[in-house]
Structure formats: C-alpha cells, structure tokens
C-alpha cells in the first residue's frame, strides 16, 4: 500500500472498530444469552415441568429448526433493505418470544417458543458477519469477527451469575426466579433494537462519522477487493446454494457447533453435577471460568491468524484441542481437573470461529456472501439441536454424562480433519491475496 495513504488507512480502521464492534458485540451478547438462558433456567425449571434430560435436549435443540428454516430469507432481505431496519427487527422479535416463555407451562410451550424463537433470531449471526464484510477488508476479517464473536464467552461470563442470581433471589408476585429471569432478560432486546434503528450505519456511504477522505479511502479499498473477488469467479444465487466449497465450510461448522451447544446448554447441569450443595448463584460464577479463558483464547489466536495471514491450520486446530478437553473431562472425577478441561474445551471451540469466518469472504462477492454465509451458518446451526438433544438422550440412557463428553468430542475430531480437506489455495491468506490484486 503507498505510503502517502497508510495514515489514512491507519485512521479509518480505527475509527470502524471502535465505532462498528463494541456495538455489534453488545448485541451478541444480549443474542446469545437469550439463546442459553434455558441452560441456567433448568437448573429449577425442568423440575418444576416434569422435564426429563431427553426433553430438556429436545427444547434446547428445537430453536434451530425455526433458525435453519428462515436463515438464507432474512439474510437476503437484510441485504436487500439494510442491517439497521432488518437487525433492529429481528432483535426486538426476539426479546417478546424471550419474555413470552416466563409463562411456559409445560414442554409442547417451551417446544412452540423456542421454534419462535429461532424464526425471530433467523439471520441476526450471518447478518452481522456480512454487515462486517461491508466494512473490513480481508486482513481485518478475522479478528473482528472475533472480537464480535468474544460476546460468546461475555455472554456467558456476564450472564451465568446474573442469570441464577436472578433465580435464587426474585420472586415477585409468587413467580419462581426461572420465570422472572426470562422477562428481565428478554427486555433488553427490546431496548437494544430500538437503538439499533438509530445507531447502526448501513454502509460507509451514510457514515457521517467518517470524513470524506476516510470515506473514500475505505469504500476505494472495500471496491478492490470485491472487483478482485468478482474477477475470480461472480457466483448467481443459484450457484452459491449448489457450490460444493460452500457446502464444504456448512458440514464443518455443523460438526463443531454440535460441540459448542452440546457444552453451552448443558455446561451448568455439568457443574450442579459436581456437588449438591452449590447453589444456583455459585453455579454461575463457577461456569464463569471456562468462558473467560474461551474468550481470551478466541482473540489472541484470531489476531495470529490475521497477523500470518494463515486460516486453514488455524480453525482446524482449536476443535482438536476442544476434543481432548471433554475427553479428559469424561475420564476424571476430580471437580477442578473436569472446570480446567471444560476450560480448555471452550477454548478450543470459541477459537476456531475468527479464522473460519474469514474463509467465506476469500472468494464470494458481497451478494453471494450474503447467501453463502446464511447458507453455511444456517446448515451448521442443525448442530445446535443434534449436540443439546444427543447430550441429553445419552443422559438419560446411560445414567452418566460420559457418553454424551465423548459424542461430542467425535464431532469435533470430525470438524478439524474437514477443515484439513480444504486445499490451501482455497483457503488463501490475506496477504496472498493482496499480492494478487
């Protein structure tokens, strides 16, 4: 790049990170949280609904029917009308499913809202990796995805002792804790899709918090890159829904997402397990643990991944970590031995999401990745209920979580050797790439 423009270039990426992540990442935490709040919410819940664990597993799991189906819609529709309107729906949707469940009373409503759910939340996560497309370029992708996605493990660090704080101690109008916990945590959704309308910039043609020099420089270089990406190869919608490469990244997000929600709604059960005599509140700041180390992991080796340039090795290395992490766990007894190997899972499986983010944006164009990435996110997503669920029936028929530890580590081994079947020249660095435009 010349070096009359770098202060600019310099300037500009700031001004996008601090402007476009803290915001995003606000809203993936208030996302996610609403999404694994059932997971604190069993602790009391299921008892108080007859729910048995292949039930529980079954209600986890169901939400991503509702999400597999409207996925590619609302991806393509937010494309179409814009991130502020469409993402501002989608989340204050969400929010009224949330507070609508404190009034489930048995498992055929938790099963017809949490469908709901899913169809309300549909197209928020791939939304907002495309929204991100529309604003870094190739080298940036990767770690701010990942400093997006960080609300992964913030959502869970801020929401494990809220969440069963809220349960111990509120109970208002005779309403058990559980209940309360999904009104006070759906209206923050609400609130944050309000804002959304009034905050969020579509694209950098409406930033009136750039100049005009830092405008133009980032819709010049944003413009290169996808003239470079449309020489390459302009896929059809069509063709995105039958290309193999994208088929390809949809089975492997599959087969670590089935890990990361199999431990996500199952993760506090997994802890209660450990002793009786924890509270709901001490549950939650024992859980903190493991998705603070995720967290911290999920950066650092984002930015190592967008420091070398290096994508393949990168995401296929952390779900072999995350593997061995739910292995150990299944063979100890020990309490601390089974919070470190959670910790060491969760590393591994929120670590794998910066670098294989970037690889859907290596070689599809803005409108076909705004399908390819509903596409893959959406198939991978079915994870979401094969993970809860399988945990859940192993549970029950087994007697021990040990079975379900191991289940999901198979899948996470499977993830890391298909990620190693994507040639190198498909997974192309970013520097590679520069050199070639």
């Known amino acids: 790049m010349d070096e009359s423009i770098q202060p600019v270039g310099e300037r500009t990426i700031r001004k996008v990170m601090r402007r476009i992540i803290p915001f995003i990442f606000l809203l993936y935490i208030v996302a996610f949280l609403d999404r694994v709040n059932l997971g604190y919410a069993a602790l009391d819940m299921n008892k108080a609904l007859g729910l048995t664990s292949e039930v529980f597993g079954l209600v986890s799991g169901i939400f991503f029917f509702g999400y597999f189906l409207f996925e590619v819609p609302s991806n393509i529709l937010l494309h179409r009308i814009g991130a502020r309107v469409w993402i501002a729906r989608i989340m204050i949707s969400w929010g009224v499913v949330v507070i609508i469940t404190a009034w489930a009373q048995s498992a055929m409503h938790l099963y017809i809202l949490r469908f709901l759910l899913g169809v309300a939340e549909a197209g928020f996560f791939p939304g907002i990796i495309l929204y991100i497309t529309l604003w870094f370029r190739a080298k940036e992708q990767a770690r701010a995805v990942a400093l997006f996605m960080t609300a992964l493990a913030a959502s869970n660090i801020i929401?494990?002792?809220?969440?069963?704080?809220?349960?111990?101690?509120?109970?208002?109008?005779g309403m058990p804790g559980w209940r309360w916990m999904f009104i006070l945590e759906g209206i923050p959704a609400i609130i944050c899709g309000v804002i959304t309308y009034f905050y969020l910039t579509?694209?950098?043609?409406?930033?009136?918090?750039?100049?005009?020099?830092?405008?133009?420089?980032?819709?010049?270089?944003?413009?290169?890159?996808?003239?470079?990406?449309?020489?390459?190869?302009?896929?059809?919608?069509?063709?995105?829904?039958?290309n193999p490469r994208v088929w390809h990244l949809s089975f492997i997000y599959f087969t670590l997402v089935v890990g990361l929600y199999g431990i996500g709604f199952w993760m506090p059960t997994i802890i209660k397990s450990f002793s009786s005599l924890l509270t709901n509140t001490q549950v939650g700041l024992v859980t903190m643990i493991p998705y603070i180390i995720g967290g911290a992991a999920m950066i650092w080796w984002a930015k190592r991944s967008d420091r070398t340039g290096e994508r393949r090795v990168h995401a296929a290395l952390p779900p072999i970590i995350g593997a061995l992490g739910l292995i150990i766990c299944a063979f100890t007894d020990n309490p601390f031995v089974s919070i470190v190997m959670m910790a060491v899972a969760t590393a591994g499986i929120y670590s794998f999401f910066g670098p294989f983010w970037a690889l859907p944006a290596l070689f599809l164009s803005e409108s076909a990745a705004a399908v390819g990435i509903a596409l893959i996110n959406s198939i991978g997503n079915l994870g979401g209920f094969l993970g809860p669920y399988a945990l859940?029936?192993?549970?029950?028929?087994?007697?021990?979580?040990?079975?379900?530890?191991?289940?999901?580590?198979?899948?996470?081994?499977?993830?890391?050797?298909?990620?190693?079947?994507?040639?190198?020249?498909?997974?192309?660095?970013?520097?590679?790439?520069?050199?070639?435009?």
């Open 159 to 173: 929401g494990a002792p809220v969440s069963t704080w809220i349960m111990d101690n509120i109970q208002w109008f």
């Open 392 to 437: 859940g029936y192993l549970k029950q028929a087994t007697g021990k979580m040990e079975a379900g530890l191991f289940f999901l580590s198979a899948f996470l081994v499977i993830s890391a050797l298909l990620v190693l079947t994507i040639r190198k020249k498909d997974a192309a660095s970013d520097s590679s790439i520069d050199a070639k435009l």
């Open 202 to 242: 579509d694209r950098p043609d409406d930033a009136h918090w750039l100049s005009a020099e830092e405008k133009a420089w980032l819709k010049a270089e944003l413009k290169q890159e996808h003239e470079a990406k449309i020489a390459r190869r302009q896929y059809t919608t069509k063709e995105v829904l039958k």
